[in-house]
């Protein structure tokens, strides 16, 4: 017994001896072995009680593998309490309170929580204690009371907390003063932010701080109380939009980070913090760099050693929040599911529920903005789940609001969902659920609050929403009346005042629309309307954000070119033109960079024939130019440059011919021709695109048709396409041949879907192909100069006839013929087999093809593609002959049949070998995606990307018997010395009076 209390006598002296371990051991095992003799009471009192502390501070130093220190520990401490020993009865009692609540904390055993408060309690309303015990004990058991709140949201925990501390800072004991003022200001924190009962709680948090602050200089150079101080300047921020309160708390905060030990278990907690204060920056004033650093922050605090469950959700819930404001910037898919599988990693851990409150709030937003992109609606029912049950916190407070406000939204999207469907019932009494949890969630948020003016857009949206579905005149005044105060109280400059602008503006519009609609009674407010709607959308442009400017651009340049107003027309729609670029140029996904461009339809078509009625015809070249420049930029993933005129006619210079810019929009056409002079001729086209879609749609559903009789066929084909020939010469070509007068070659620039239109083969009497050599081009950076056509071009033949239903009888006799046209050709052949006789013309397109969509075989490989590629080695002319099926929906998906199958995907992500001129002797080659507005990217633009000399496709199918005859003319030229653009026209010239009419124009030469 004598080492014993020698060893415990050392242990208490000493802190950071290294042989304290070796001590602390033997003190252990010196008492256990203690406990098996008979001892006295006082003496077993004094082993049990010195054992139970040598082994909490074993536990403490050894962390989880000395759990069963732990356990010894609690069990003896339950065997003091159960003895009723007068002498220790209180200490007792607050000793396995400690264990237990060690316990708690380590391992959330809830069942020690539970455990530890009523001991605490009893050992509080000892008299026997005195004030500096009595202030540890209340200090201990009120931070049990916020566990138990926190795990439970029982109001009653967090009263009885702040009740505790309130009582301790009466005895004013100096040793728990300020840990005391500290607790206390972070509970009345947490009954502010889940609208627990205590008074004023915000008003009594910031009076505490003030006070000591005042009395001690700033208050006490600890980092908790820093931090606490924080905290309050950030509710003080929340709940009243001042932004001195943010800075006074990022001040805090630093100064708290700084005093706090690199290895400390709160670092997590803090930095956690430090990202709330950013993301709050950020929503303030706009500034990107706060929204970076809050993402930053929590993947920094996300990576700290020792971080416990319960702070990865936090941290979870936080880059949740950032992640998903992130993708609303720029749209980038790669932000959206990470954020989503953070906070389902996190739900699925065990957390307490006030922080699988938030957490849900913010997976919601996640899931519904996922809905949004995709359209998947189980992300929407997963979302609807998520916020329904966050909204099990029933008292009004900021928490409940965020979860009312979300639960909203969903509701909202939901509503929209139904009346897709044709449910316009369920659909209203979605947004009527919608409005009443957005009405109750402002009805309790000060008006101060940055929150409320998210809510009160909120419901300006869904009023908005449910005007337009059921005609309410009233609806859409309040939704214009709530947007009005929204704007008044957001801050200047900042996305929240970009946003509402752009909505506020396009209520306004849909106001006018209706009085037109109604027959224009209110004639006067329209007018101011419209003007007030032009104003908004122009305030929302110089908030600066590039998904706010490229719908509010869009928006102002279609209103403005109704009103004739060409220069604001222009101005509006370039604003709207670069925000896309600056959107896709943060977006590494293609899909993500197509939606920026899809938001913009038509926009560089319109903004060239606004500059051109402006009076200023080459900008209105560099908008053409710009919109096809960008996309196949993209495409590549690199970022657009810039485009300048000068670069447009050099490139005139270069072709040695002018350039033919071709657009259409809803409301009219336009044709710009650029001479190697720098000259630019506009030529107004009477013809929309809409009417140019309609004739695209007519032709390919003529081609769809499957007579029986095949001669039949034939000849609608034909009637088909010379009806598109006619219509097409009318409407473009005719009107700009008279301006080009002689020329050697011209290069044609079709924007979107007028690249499908034949223009170098439209005619009545005549055509281009008969005046000049005309070359289809992407934009005029597709101008290259070539080395010379050799006289003597080395051919590798590519054909694959396909197997069974689809077998093409002619294409083996076209490689043979097409082969023999050269000195030195290579021929390769694909192993096929013929099915049955078809009871029809057979089409080189497969049937997944003309059906759409036309997903790419699964078999489809990269080993195929580099196949190919081989083929073309030391080649001049690469002829492929095979089945092909274009996807309009994502070009880079469309499959050559050559063997399993290439997708040009493949043949994109690798560099063709040597200025190769590639024939694709296939249906459709020459077309372009219509996915997006201002499409350059089809087959022959993505073969030139990646190294052809040029591409020589068909704007539309091909018919499998006529094809080789037309295919050996050209390669005659081909062998014969003639350069492939001056060949085809030559071939066409020739054929044009002896070859069907749905073959010979069906052939474009792409690239120069």
């Not at 056409?669 to 929309?688: M, Y």
């Not at 140019?692 to 396409?721: G, H, M, S, Y």
């Amino acid at each position: 017994m004598r080492l014993y209390e020698l060893l415990q006598q050392y242990l208490e002296t000493v802190d950071d001896d290294p042989g304290l371990s070796e001590l602390e051991d033997e003190s252990i095992t010196v008492g256990r072995s203690l406990l098996a003799d008979d001892l006295d009471t006082a003496t077993r009192r004094l082993v049990e009680v010195s054992l139970s502390v040598d082994l909490i501070r074993r536990y403490r130093r050894l962390g989880p593998g000395a759990v069963d220190d732990l356990d010894h520990a609690i069990s003896l401490g339950r065997r003091r309490v159960e003895a009723e020993d007068d002498a220790t009865w209180v200490t007792d009692r607050v000793n396995l309170a400690g264990a237990l609540l060690t316990s708690w904390n380590d391992r959330d055993r809830v069942d020690h929580l539970d455990e530890a408060v009523p001991l605490l309690e009893t050992a509080l309303a000892d008299d026997g204690i005195d004030a500096e015990g009595r202030s540890f004990i209340a200090v201990t058991l009120a931070a049990a009371y916020i566990n138990r709140f926190d795990l439970a949201r029982r109001a009653e925990d967090l009263r009885s907390a702040i009740r505790t501390l309130r009582s301790v800072l009466t005895e004013h004991v100096p040793s728990t003063f300020i840990g005391a003022i500290i607790n206390l200001v972070n509970a009345l924190l947490t009954a502010h932010e889940t609208g627990v009962d205590v008074g004023d709680p915000l008003d009594e948090a910031v009076a505490l701080i003030e006070k000591v602050s005042a009395t001690s200089g700033g208050g006490p150079r600890s980092s908790d109380w820093r931090y606490a101080v924080a905290r309050v300047r950030l509710a003080q921020f929340d709940h009243g939009g001042d932004g001195e309160h943010l800075d006074q708390a990022d001040t805090a905060l630093s100064e708290a980070l700084a005093l706090l030990d690199d290895d400390s278990p709160d670092r997590s907690s803090y930095v956690s913090t430090a990202a709330v204060l950013a993301f709050a920056r950020y929503s303030h004033g706009g500034n990107r760099r706060h929204l970076e650093t809050a993402i930053s922050a929590t993947q920094e605090a996300r990576s700290l050693d020792g971080i416990s469950p319960q702070d990865l959700a936090i941290l979870a819930n936080q880059t949740c929040l950032a992640m998903t404001e992130r993708f609303h910037l720029d749209g980038n898919r790669d932000d959206l599911d990470q954020a989503i599988s953070l906070g389902r990693e996190a739900l699925n851990s065990s957390i307490r529920l006030d922080v699988e409150g938030a957490l849900r709030v913010n997976l919601a937003h996640a899931l519904h903005q996922r809905f949004e992109l995709t359209g998947a609606r189980r992300d929407l029912t997963e979302a609807i789940v998520n916020a329904v049950s966050a909204l099990r916190v029933r008292t009004p407070s900021p928490e409940r609001a965020i979860a009312l406000s979300t639960a909203g939204l969903l509701y909202e999207s939901k509503a929209q969902m139904a009346q897709a469907d044709g449910d316009a019932h369920i659909a209203q009494a979605d947004l009527d659920q919608a409005i009443g949890y957005i009405r109750e969630a402002l009805s309790f948020t000060s008006d101060q609050s940055p929150d409320a003016v998210t809510y009160r857009t909120h419901l300006a949206s869904w009023l908005s929403s449910r005007a337009e579905l059921t005609g309410s005149e009233t609806d859409l005044d309040d939704a214009i009346s709530h947007y009005e105060t929204a704007l008044d109280q957001a801050p200047e400059d900042s996305v929240t005042a970009g946003l509402t602008s752009f909505n506020l503006a396009c209520c306004y519009a849909s106001r006018v629309d209706r009085d037109v609609r109604a027959g224009g009674r209110a004639g006067q407010r329209s007018r101011n309307d419209l003007q007030r709607a032009c104003d908004l959308w122009d305030d929302a442009l110089a908030a600066g954000q590039p998904f706010i400017s490229q719908f509010a651009g869009q928006r102002l340049g279609e209103v403005a070119f109704r009103m004739g107003e060409w220069d604001k027309c222009e101005q509006a729609l370039t604003f709207s033109l670069d925000a896309a670029r600056a959107l896709t140029a943060r977006r590494p996904r293609l899909a993500d960079r197509e939606r920026a461009r899809f938001a913009v339809q038509g926009a560089a078509s319109l903004a060239a024939v606004a500059a051109t009625r402006a009076g200023s015809p080459q900008r209105a070249v560099v908008h053409l130019e710009q919109a096809s420049a960008t996309l196949l930029a993209e495409a590549a993933g690199l970022p657009a440059d810039t485009v300048h005129f000068d670069e447009i006619v050099e490139a005139a210079r270069h072709l040695g011919g002018p350039l033919v810019y071709w657009a259409a929009t809803d409301y009219a056409g336009l044709s710009l021709i650029v001479t190697p002079d720098g000259s630019v001729t506009p030529v107004p086209l009477q013809v929309t695109i809409r009417e140019a879609a309609k004739v695209i749609e007519e032709l390919r559903a003529a081609f769809a048709a499957n007579p029986t009789d095949t001669e039949a066929q034939l000849d609608e084909w034909n009637a088909a396409v010379e009806d598109v020939l006619r219509w097409t010469w009318e409407n473009f070509v005719s009107h700009v041949v008279g301006v080009l007068g002689a020329v050697d070659t011209v290069g044609l620039i079709p924007i979107g879907r007028l690249a499908a239109l034949p223009l170098s083969t439209a005619r009545v009497q005549t055509g281009l192909y008969e005046l000049t050599v005309p070359c289809v081009l992407p934009n005029a950076r597709s101008v290259r100069r070539a080395p010379a056509w050799p006289a003597t071009p080395r051919a590798a033949v590519v054909c694959d006839a396909g197997k069974g239903d689809d077998h093409l009888p002619a294409i083996t006799s076209e490689g043979v013929r097409v082969a023999a046209c050269y000195a030195q050709a290579d021929q390769f052949v694909a192993a096929s087999e013929a099915g049955a006789a078809p009871p029809r013309r057979v089409l080189r397109r497969s049937e997944v093809s003309a059906k759409e969509p036309a997903a790419h075989p699964v078999s489809a490989s990269a080993d195929v593609a580099d196949e190919l590629i081989g083929y073309l080695n030391g080649i001049d002319v690469g002829h492929i002959a095979c089945h092909f099926s274009i996807k309009f929906d994502d070009p880079f998906d469309s499959v050559l049949h050559f063997k399993s199958g290439v997708r040009l995907a493949e043949i994109f992500g690798r560099h063709l070998p040597d200025p190769v001129h590639l024939v694709l002797s296939a249906c459709d080659s020459g077309l372009s995606g219509t996915r997006l507005p201002d499409e350059a990217i089809g087959p022959a633009s993505l073969l030139l990307a990646s190294g052809a000399r040029s591409v020589l496709a068909a704007l539309w199918p091909l018919d499998d018997a006529t094809a080789p005859d037309f295919m050996t003319e050209y390669h005659r030229r081909l062998a014969s010395g003639h350069a492939p653009a001056t060949a085809l026209a030559l071939t066409q010239r020739a054929v044009s009076l002896t070859s069907p009419t749905a073959l010979w124009p069906a052939f474009v030469h792409v690239g120069t």
